[in-house]
């Protein structure tokens, strides 16, 4: 119970604190757009409880947006009235609705983290730029006007010379004041403001000071002007309110910027709730469409309540976070404070100074610039900086959606090259046919991808042989099929190359077949050496460990392997079930005799198998393989018993009898592994003359080897 009312206390102080700054950014947009100030506070008041009730995000504050002006100054120019482009904001929220049914969210997954990190820094600068001239007490610009360009012909370093050169003393001292106050309360005030934020107090401490300067230095260089506070417009509710002219509704026109609007302000949504995201300490993704059928709620109610369109907007996400804002009522709260300002108490929050309120914002883009972790940016590569610095820059010299464009953009341009460079490789596998070339198709081939495919294909020498792996593949885009094909039907015959297609749907219209020998055919085991056996089942181990196994085509091995088997080698090893010697090699159907019983023993009847195998069956490789952590080896270690397997457990007794130098436990185990391998392999060439003198004859080699059940390697004991 407690926690949650320190989590709504919380929430209560964050939504106070963005209210404060919400005021002056929602009047100074409506002007900014030339539409009746209070309109501004309509979005605002609609983006706060309307769509912070229907939205998934714990963190986002939606209201007016600079970033859409441009677009809301032209749908009024050609409505030729405000009333209906109303309806226009109405049609905007009702598309918007419509996307989130269509599931049009998602696009928003496409936005790269670089992109959304420039977003941040641009915003964060940006709002210690804009707000210098505040801190001054130059209010010729509105506050919410966001853009590099101003409508006075003027921009923002130029507004900066102006405020230096009309400084207003009163203003510049609140200012100041008010940062300094957030500075102190956010390095030795932890214990206040826990209960009350920093920016609360300067925005307090703004007030007392005005009220100073306004009652005790008229006349003089600190007196303060209206122009220099906050201005909710006051008077009756029939004189505030504008309402859809709904006579208009259906007009083309209307409709037509409607869905402009509902266009730019997803986007911008859809933007502003990843760079939340993104703030979030608690790092909670908020649903995309939900959050789009929400940003269509709110515009629907701003449309009917006569407010300009609203958005999810990062400033005030950004002070939300700031201020410990934690569950979207910090959010709703923010609303129904600038409900109660409008309905209630103008008059008392007209006592805001403006400078103080420049303060707040200074501060939070500030903290906005230094929780960006630029360090690993630019650590992370050309591919992740660069469009970071090119969002960071277009966004503070242009707008929000021309620099994030530019950012994507630019990310496009390195997806193409990382699509042309590293989408495709084949690897080299040695195989008892020869050495394979194998092509692992990934997951998803766009049309992105058939330059790097068609490089790729080209590359492969002549005279080769080529698998085409598409077992991991959903999609192949068609021009990637094509590609593929004619390499296939064209290339590969006039260079001949043999290609194997593997793993292939069939509506790609590709037939799955070996062309290259799946299994080994007699001649293959008649002309291998021993020592090339072996070399074959290191290669293999080695694909198996790392993840990258030939894949073999099972159902062409067992048609192939039906009359007759030539296997290159015969396995005796353990019977663990983590231990299977045809995966851990990497073998197919016909290419290996397997001999497994408990601790690798032999006796009479497994010595004879051995013999069968290599004499008869023509294997050129005899490999005694153990494994660690192996049950029967630590059972001799305890000198365990159990009625039939204590023959077995006492043959294995003898391997760790000579290991007894060895005194730690663990130690023990791992070396009368390797002893009972190696004794195992003795015992072999003990028993049989046959295999003996095919050794003499090299034949046949003889070799022991233990395989780690944690890392997947087999180490191959001399």
Not at 8 to 36: E, H, Q
Not at 304 to 326: F, Q, Y
Not at 537 to 556: P, Q, S, V, Y
Request: net charge positive.
């Amino acid at each position: 119970m407690k926690s949650k009312t320190n989590v709504f206390l919380s929430d209560l102080r964050a939504g106070l604190t963005v209210f404060l700054v919400a005021v002056p950014l929602c009047l100074g947009i409506a002007l900014a757009c030339k539409v009746p100030i209070e309109a501004g506070l309509f979005s605002g008041i609609s983006g706060g409880i309307v769509t912070g009730l229907v939205s998934g995000s714990q963190t986002s504050v939606s209201g007016p947006s600079a970033g859409f002006v441009a677009v809301v100054l032209d749908a009024i120019s050609h409505l030729h009235s405000y009333n209906l482009f109303l309806c226009s904001v109405i049609w905007a929220g009702i598309f918007q609705i419509i996307f989130g049914f269509l599931r049009l969210g998602r696009f928003g997954n496409y936005i790269p983290s670089s992109v959304i990190n420039g977003l941040l820094v641009a915003i964060g600068l940006i709002l210690i730029l804009k707000q210098i001239p505040h801190l001054f007490g130059y209010e010729a610009t509105p506050t919410g006007d966001f853009d590099f360009l101003q409508g006075d012909d003027s921009n923002t370093f130029t507004e900066i010379f102006k405020a230096i050169q009309h400084m207003d003393m009163g203003a510049l001292i609140i200012g100041l004041t008010s940062l300094v106050t957030i500075w102190f309360m956010n390095r030795y005030g932890k214990r206040l403001t826990k209960y009350v934020p920093a920016s609360l107090f300067a925005v307090f401490v703004g007030i007392l000071l005005a009220w100073h300067f306004q009652t005790h230095t008229k006349g003089t260089r600190l007196e303060m002007s209206n122009a220099q506070l906050v201005n909710i417009p006051s008077g009756s509710l029939s004189k505030i309110f504008h309402f859809p002219a709904f006579s208009g509704f259906a007009k083309l026109d209307v409709i037509k910027f409607g869905l402009t609007l509902a266009i730019v302000i997803s986007l911008e949504a859809l933007l502003s709730v990843s760079a939340g995201d993104k703030l979030d300490r608690q790092k909670r993704h908020t649903p995309v469409n939900r959050e789009l059928i929400a940003q269509g709620c709110g515009n629907m109610a701003s449309g009917l309540l006569g407010g300009i369109p609203l958005t999810s907007v990062v400033v005030r996400t950004a002070i939300n976070v700031d201020s410990g804002g934690k569950t979207k009522f910090a959010t709703i709260s923010h609303g129904i404070f600038l409900m109660l300002s409008v309905l209630c108490i103008p008059r008392y929050m007209n006592m805001i100074p403006l400078s103080s309120l420049a303060a707040v914002l200074i501060y939070s883009g500030w903290r906005l610039v230094v929780n960006t972790n630029l360090k690993r940016i630019f650590k992370n590569g050309k591919q992740y900086y660069i469009p970071f610095v090119a969002t960071t820059l277009f966004i503070m010299f242009t707008n929000v959606l021309i620099g994030v464009c530019a950012g994507m953009a630019l990310g496009f341009v390195f997806v193409l090259k990382a699509n042309y460079v590293k989408s495709f490789s084949f690897k080299k596998y040695k195989y008892h046919a020869g050495e394979v070339l194998k092509i692992h198709l990934p997951q998803e081939i766009s049309f992105l991808n058939k330059p790097s495919l068609v490089h790729m294909l080209d590359s492969i020498p002549k005279k080769s042989s080529v698998i085409i792996d598409a077992s991991h593949t959903d999609y192949i885009d068609q021009d990637a099929l094509d590609a593929i094909k004619e390499f296939k039907k064209v290339r590969a015959k006039l260079h001949h190359i043999k290609v194997s297609t593997i793993g292939f749907h069939r509506t790609y219209d590709i037939e799955n077949r070996m062309h290259i020998t799946s299994s080994v055919t007699k001649e293959v085991q008649k002309n291998i050496t021993p020592q090339e056996v072996l070399v074959l089942l290191k290669e293999g181990n080695k694909r198996f460990a790392t993840n990258n196994r030939i894949g073999h085509d099972f159902k062409a091995q067992m048609t192939e392997t039906a009359q007759a088997q030539n296997p290159l080698v015969v396995i005796l090893s353990c019977m663990d079930s983590r231990a299977i010697p045809e995966t851990i090699f990497d073998l197919g159907i016909g290419e290996a005799l397997i001999v497994r019983v408990a601790g690798n023993v032999t006796n009479q009847d497994i010595t004879g198998s051995l013999e069968f195998g290599c004499k008869v069956l023509g294997a050129k490789l005899v490999l005694v393989l153990g494994h660690t952590e192996c049950g029967a080896v630590k059972a001799a270690c305890d000198n365990g018993s159990l009625e039939n397997a204590t023959p077995l457990i006492q043959r294995i007794q003898r391997s760790v009898h000579k290991c007894n130098h060895v005194h730690d436990d663990a130690k023990l185990v791992n070396e009368a592994i390797k002893m009972n391998v190696v004794d195992t392999a003795a015992e072999i060439l003990e028993m049989s003359n046959t295999l003996t003198e095919m050794v003499k004859n090299e034949e046949i080699k003889i070799c022991g080897g233990v395989y780690n059940i944690k890392t997947g390697y087999v180490e191959f004991l001399k």
